[in-house]
């Protein structure tokens, strides 16, 4: 079949080959040697025994987490938040890419996608500071701001109810640039000529974006999405934990399986405990990925990531 | 085109770093695992193969100290390596975890394997732990009197055998005791003012902190750094351990014991009366303001708050609370401050040796000439004074061989854990306020001993357990006390039952089993 075989090939395509070798290193060295790891959670580790040394134990280290009867809970937290973050975070930023894309104005375009860009750089224990300081009882801005108009304070840090909200729309706040950049790129790709003839045929600005710039995002938003759905599992540990801390008050509408694990297990030092959740969580997440992408193939086989 | 280059250019960086940090990723990790795979079994390590016993070779030592690095650290670390490379020809190179998160960083570095001799370790700072897991090498008395003559003088037998775990020593400890009860730090000047009785019990502490809060604009009348996870915080240590003269065996976890049961009978501290009389006292407080409303996520310093004038009291052990009034005393002299007493009539505890201390790292190839610069930094008077206080003339002024005073450089050099080398050549500060040593004086008075002060629990059997009880502690214990639940009663007994559902009870029978064989033991 194949003349030249397989170090032909390789010649062939050393140049892509190349540019393909930093992306198989980086997750051999930081994806596939740690797997190894795993075996972490069935192990009662010991510093005498390391990694393969130390005792085999079975399923102890999952009793733990299924035990507590917070397993649900956290788990029902993070799949929740995440498929908020994963809906609300992409209708914004393909409005603001589509906006971006529509703007007159360079200047206009420029400043601000650059202010939309800001908080992804700001990181999160800044964050976390900055909602403290807006939202805290005593001297927080928001109350100041209540009560000089007359109205009661609100009690944000003790009230669960408020957080979902809270949290959802300040990773919206913070994803919103870089998510746009991807979005306006797929958009500065698609065939300008399509533009023209809309236009030729008398169609508006609604119409131009609604049947010709939305269907042409289709296969960028199912890559995006079907990439966070892997991770669908993991919760955003900077974010939760430096927005709600140790607040036991909020953890019940709060608390994801990431900073859940953190708070059980960091001052215990369990490693095995802590690797038997983050086994938890890859298993739970590499179901996920299968059936989406196995849904994406049922509606669509081109859009499938494989 | 333009475009298109410029972008070609910005992938091949991308790339490039990637490479990079690949490689750099791949070269540490081979480190890693290397230095955890072969870490020493404790004491087969010993003397024995005295390849670096002597002082032939030079060696750099490297020390992991808990606090924050102080800023005229090189100065002095320069000063004390001229000095120790005199006397055991090594030099000490310190890291520091800053207090911000060092709870989590501790236990990295030593699953991590890193490479560094001695370790600050201490009852509170995962000693137990550390060493139940074999994170420490075990130190032989042969060792101990070989390499460190000085300290295997001056220490007493008894700091020895109570820093032992299951009847093996891997801890150095410190040589001074004190008491390790807690007390309150107010300001007099707001109790003169609104003319209360002086606070020497939690009616009269009560009755203070609602006036302040009541009374002041902008004040928080008590104040406490709850966002960093404590469980067990200062104020339940007074009003109910002091107070009731019980000991919590662990303060990750609610359970303990009278101090004057000999039988040692392990109870669960918030199902007891004294419990619930103690969250209705809080409820008035929290109701009456006297701490903010959002305390539980509180990130700031408690101490710089009240320095500011924005707390007018908080919670700490007795030393602490010293040094803080000295401080306030030479900075701010309009502002008084006074140390008060919750529970000055009970019975008190005595810091057991390991309070503080220095270990050796389990893997350390350095282990001899470790030991021989602990030695030199708790019993050597020139070595200690510059670990201890810094250059003489910059950080202190020495005053005779036993007392020091304050300088402009002080806080330079201060705020870590070098108390592992506590000794009795500590020098006192010569402004140490004389109301701090009579509350010390009076309590030494106090102190009581009991069979079981050196009991450590080992949780291997229940680390499940624990670590659910924790986090229940964390999640309705906590924001109960605070009194941010409106309903005590119906708190009190969802904690309860979520306590249950964690497995407290097999918690208890474990330690409850324990104690008995310990002792059974003696």
């Known amino acids: 079949m194949n003349r030249r075989g397989f170090w032909g090939d390789v010649r062939k395509y050393r140049t892509l080959l190349l540019m393909l070798a930093p992306a198989v290193l980086f997750f051999l060295v930081f994806a596939y040697v740690p797997m190894a790891g795993i075996v972490l959670a069935f192990k009662q580790y010991n510093y005498g025994g390391g990694i393969f040394g130390s005792p085999w134990n079975g399923l102890d280290n999952f009793r733990f987490f299924f035990e507590s009867g917070n397993a649900w809970m956290v788990t029902r937290n993070t799949a929740l938040y995440n498929i908020a973050f994963i809906i609300v975070n992409n209708v914004l930023q393909i409005a603001a890419a589509i906006l971006l894309f529509e703007a007159v104005g360079k200047w206009f375009r420029k400043i601000s996608q650059t202010f939309m860009f800001l908080p992804y750089f700001i990181s999160w224990v800044v964050v976390g500071a900055i909602a403290y300081n807006l939202f805290n009882y005593d001297v927080g801005t928001l109350n100041v701001m209540l009560t000089a108009i007359g109205l009661e304070p609100v009690d944000i840090y003790n009230t669960p109810s408020y957080w979902p909200f809270i949290l959802v729309l300040v990773s919206a706040w913070k994803t919103l640039g870089y998510g746009s950049v991807m979005y306006l790129a797929a958009i500065t790709g698609i065939d300008t000529e399509m533009y023209e003839a809309a236009e030729i045929d008398g169609a508006n600005v609604f119409q131009r974006i609604f049947r010709i710039t939305i269907p042409n995002l289709y296969p960028t938003l199912i890559i995006l999405a079907l990439l966070a759905i892997g991770n669908i599992f993991r919760g955003d540990f900077g974010m939760f934990y430096n927005m709600v801390g140790n607040n036991g008050l909020l953890f019940s509408a709060t608390d994801v399986i990431d900073t859940f694990v953190f708070r059980s297990l960091t001052t215990s030092n369990e490693i095995g405990l802590s690797a038997a959740a983050g086994f938890y969580q890859s298993v739970l997440g590499f179901a996920t990925i299968l059936l989406a992408n196995y849904a994406v193939r049922k509606y669509d086989k081109d859009h499938a990531l494989f | 085109m333009r475009n298109k280059k410029s972008f070609m250019l910005l992938f091949a960086l991308v790339l490039v770093l990637a490479t990079v940090l690949g490689a750099c990723g791949s070269s540490s990790n081979g480190g890693n695992t290397e230095a955890s795979d072969s870490p020493s079994n404790g004491a087969a390590e010993t003397p024995a193969d005295g390849g670096n016993a002597g002082t032939a070779e030079e060696l750099v030592i490297k020390m992991l100290l808990v ?428 904690l309860i039952k979520q306590l249950q559902a964690a497995g407290i009870d097999k918690l208890q029978q474990e330690l409850q089993k324990q104690i008995d064989e310990f002792l059974g033991g003696k």
């Open chain 2, 67 to 494: 606090g924050g690095k102080p800023i005229d650290y090189d100065a002095v670390f320069a000063e004390l390596n001229k000095t120790l490379k005199e006397k055991v020809n090594a030099t000490v190179e310190a890291e520091f975890l800053d207090w911000a998160d060092w709870t989590q960083k501790y236990p990295l570095k030593f699953a991590a394997g890193e490479d560094f001799d001695i370790a600050y370790t201490a009852n509170w700072a995962f000693y137990n732990d550390q060493a139940l897991k074999g994170g420490f090498l075990e130190l032989t008395d042969d060792m101990l009197s070989e390499y460190m003559p000085l300290t295997w003088k001056a220490m007493p037998k008894v700091a020895w055998e109570q820093s032992k775990v299951n009847g093996k020593q891997y801890m150095v400890p410190n040589n001074n005791p004190e008491v390790t009860d807690k007390a309150v730090l107010i300001r007099d000047d707001l109790r003169k003012k609104y003319n209360l009785d002086p606070v020497i019990s939690p009616e009269t502490f009560a009755n203070y902190a609602k006036t302040v809060a009541a009374n002041e604009k902008g004040i928080n009348a008590y104040n406490a750094k709850a966002a960093d996870g404590w469980k067990w915080h200062e104020l339940d240590q007074i009003l109910l351990e002091q107070q009731n003269e019980w000991n919590l065996v662990d303060y990750s976890m609610p359970l303990a014991y009278k101090l004057d049961d000999a039988a040692g009978k392990v109870f669960n501290v918030y199902d007891t009366p004294e419990f619930k009389q103690l969250l209705a006292y809080y409820k008035d407080l929290a109701d009456n303001n006297a701490w903010s409303k959002n305390v539980v996520s509180n990130k700031n310093d408690v101490w710089q708050d009240m320095k500011a004038g924005k707390t007018a009291s908080y919670a700490h052990n007795l030393g602490t609370l010293a040094m803080n009034l000295a401080e306030l005393r030479r900075e701010q002299p309009e502002v008084e401050l006074a140390i008060a007493d919750l529970t000055p009539d009970k019975k008190k505890i005595a810091a057991i040796s390991t309070q503080n201390g220095f270990a050796i790292h389990a893997p350390s190839k350095k282990a001899e000439r470790s030991l021989m610069v602990i030695d030199l930094l708790q019993n050597d008077k020139e070595i200690h004074d510059l670990f201890m206080y810094g250059v003489a003339g910059t950080h202190y002024e020495p005053v005779g061989d036993d007392k020091f005073n304050a300088t402009a450089g002080t806080p330079n050099y201060t705020g870590f854990s070098n108390w592992g080398a506590n000794s009795p050549l500590n020098r006192k500060d010569a402004s140490y306020p004389a109301e701090a040593d009579a509350i010390a004086a009076a309590w030494e008075e106090k102190v009581y001993h009991f069979d079981l002060e050196t009991f450590v629990f080992n949780d291997a059997n229940v680390k499940n357990e624990v670590a659910n009880v924790g986090n229940v502690m964390l999640r309705y214990a906590i924001p109960l006390e605070y009194g941010l639940i409106p309903d005590i009663e119906k708190g009190h007994a969802d």
